[in-house]
């Protein structure tokens, strides 16, 4: 098919992919950032060691780094899908496209991190990085979710 050999398409993957793996690296963060938190608990109460919790705010901080990339990479991959759409078909695929819906929630989720100074939660390393991790559950709706059970243009269900 043309349209699946257009440059616009490899340019919107590349982008989309490289945002989910910055996304699934800032939640595999959270993850160690709480399984330190844990430790660093459990050190409390045995008289522990007090770099856990350096360890974790230095994790917030690449947490935080890491998600201007990768919010700017799923942004730029949706604008750009839109575009391979419009030169593809002569028009942007509808709004009500399952896909659209769901990169525009996962868009809008991980958006909602980038107000720490509005949202005051956000300041706390705990909580930033529980919601990172179900954020992440955001991306895999609309990576597997959409893909292998929801139907539709980017459904691969019925193949």
């Not at 616009?8 to 399984?35: D, K, Q, R, T």
């Not at 935080?64 to 942004?75: C, N």
């Not at 709706?141 to 292998?148: A, H, Q």
Request: proline share 3%; hydrophobic share 50%.
């Amino acid at each position: 098919m043309p349209v699946l050999v257009s440059p616009w398409l490899s340019i919107h993957v590349s982008l989309i992919m490289m945002s989910y793996a910055l996304l699934a690296f800032i939640m595999l963060n959270g993850i160690l950032a709480l399984c330190l938190r844990k430790k660093e608990t459990e050190n409390h109460i045995t008289g522990g060691d007090e770099r856990q919790d350096n360890r974790v705010e230095q994790l917030t901080l690449l947490s935080r780094l890491l998600l201007y990339p990768a919010t700017f990479f799923l942004g730029a991959g949706i604008f750009l899908g839109a575009v391979w759409a419009n030169v593809s078909w002569g028009r942007v695929l509808g709004m009500g496209t399952r896909k659209k819906v769901w990169a525009l929630i996962t868009f809008l989720v991980y958006g909602v991190a980038f107000h720490s100074q509005s949202l005051q939660i956000f300041r706390k390393p705990l909580f930033f990085h529980i919601y990172m991790i179900l954020a992440f559950l955001t991306v895999l709706m609309t990576y597997f979710g959409v893909n292998y059970v929801l139907g539709g243009i980017h459904s691969y269900a019925n193949s």
